[in-house]
């Protein structure tokens, strides 16, 4: 099979390039930012996706139902994007899978899990209208108290026409359904804020200092990232585009979380925590020592988004300092990445060496978002560990659990290489 990153020449780094699927006359077109391709023999993968959704029958240019909630705001133009609500059109799926922390639930632990994530996604339609990040539009205080609410809002939403099929994959943000241009835009049910949110917003708090506040409530960072990306959260709040905020949001409680892990105890033992799940194998190494990370990821050259030939392993760290300049090489997997490791080393109340190894195979046909590094991580460190008395023994393990040669992750490490190489063989 061919692979889409060579037939649609994307980069043959590991980050997926953001696509979008639509109708064209004579069957289905793939869109990215600058180029449009159509499906045919080639990706056989795409064509097992849309087979599955049926999406257009329940499109017209009135559409009542909740929203999950959610919003979406656009990056493409900035300062001057597209941002608008999303509504559930789903009528029979399993709307709980539109929220990440229920991916693992004991519901819907099984190998159908994926292809309903994707199918859920794909019936969230969305309304969209032209703002100004800076300058509230006609309909952004709508989007705030939908995308506030902690509970489902019902909303009635009227195009300019109704959406055509279309479906949007990122590297980034989860899958969206399609699209149209807002006419009007009414809430039908009285959304549930919290308090602290309309608190904060009279406060005008820093951001960092209004994050740190909503932790304290028991908000998670799914709350904040919405919050943060229809302007509700900052000293001079304004919209953020949804891929940016959720980064920012795993970046900024993930330093939080650290200024906290650096005070505890060390680590003084060797676990290996297992997960896979939705064509990604996690592998993450805890060992003694004071904080540091780093994060792997491997994409199989087989896989769709690889490339024929050979994929390099991708690769981030940082110290016990921590960063301050982006990883560009990983992007937002590697945020999701460490928050997930991070709250788990607050949980066991240790500080340690932490090693997460991910390498992505064919069963992986589109993305989900970093959210699936996230949740796949928390699944992980929330699985029994496999305990061992030295890193020999652990390596040695490892070696079973891995597709690639483990050499490849050992000679680029800096926490594990910190070891002599005797120590692992």
Not at 167 to 180: D, E, M, Q, R, T
Request: glycine share 6%; hydrophobic share 35%.
């Amino acid at each position: 099979m061919t692979s889409l990153n060579s037939s649609l020449r994307f980069p043959t780094t590991s980050i997926f390039k953001d696509i979008t699927v639509e109708k064209s006359s004579d069957g289905f077109v793939i869109k990215t930012k600058n180029e449009q391709f159509k499906i045919n023999e080639f990706n056989p993968i795409l064509a097992k996706v849309l087979s599955r959704l049926q999406i257009e029958h329940k499109l017209s240019n009135s559409i009542f139902g909740p929203t999950p909630p959610s919003a979406f705001v656009g990056e493409y133009g900035y300062p001057n994007v597209l941002a608008g609500p999303m509504v559930d059109v789903s009528q029979d799926t399993n709307p709980s899978l539109n929220e990440p922390s229920n991916w693992f639930s004991s519901n819907n632990q099984n190998e159908q899990t994926y292809w309903k994530i994707i199918e859920s996604r794909s019936n969230l339609v969305r309304g969209k209208y032209s703002v100004n990040v800076k300058n509230p539009g006609k309909f952004t205080e709508q989007i705030q108290e939908s995308a506030a609410s902690v509970k489902p809002v019902d909303l009635e939403i009227d195009f300019l026409k109704a959406p055509k099929f279309s479906i949007y994959f990122s590297s980034v943000a989860l899958p969206n359904g399609p699209s149209g241009t807002l006419n009007e835009f009414r809430i039908s049910s009285n959304p549930s804020i919290p308090r602290i949110v309309d608190e904060l917003k009279e406060d005008k708090l820093l951001t960092n200092q209004a994050v740190s506040l909503m932790l304290e409530k028991g908000h998670d960072v799914y709350y904040i990232q919405k919050l943060l990306s229809v302007g509700m959260l900052g000293k001079s709040p304004k919209m953020v585009p949804t891929k940016w905020s959720i980064t920012a949001s795993d970046d900024i409680v993930g330093k939080l979380l650290l200024k906290q892990v650096r005070l505890l105890d060390e680590f003084n033992e060797f676990y290996l925590y297992s997960n896979y799940a939705f064509g990604n194998n996690f592998q993450i190494i805890l060992t003694p020592g004071s904080f540091e990370f780093e994060q792997f990821e491997a994409w199989d050259k087989n896989t769709p988004w690889g490339n024929e030939k050979s994929v390099p392993i991708e690769y981030d760290y940082e110290g016990f300092t921590g960063r301050t300049k982006y990883s560009t090489s990983e992007g937002g997997g590697y945020y999701a990445g460490r928050l997930s490791c991070l709250k788990h080393l607050l949980r066991i109340n240790k500080q340690a060496k932490v090693t997460i190894i991910r390498e992505i195979n064919s069963d992986y046909l589109v993305s989900l978002g970093v959210a699936q590094v996230r949740e796949n991580v928390a699944q992980a460190l929330n699985s029994k560990p496999i305990k061992f008395s030295n890193s020999s023994d652990l390596f040695s393990h490892l070696s079973s659990k891995l597709s690639r040669n483990p050499n490849e992750y050992l000679f680029k490490s800096r926490i594990l290489s910190q070891k002599r190489l005797s120590n692992w063989f």
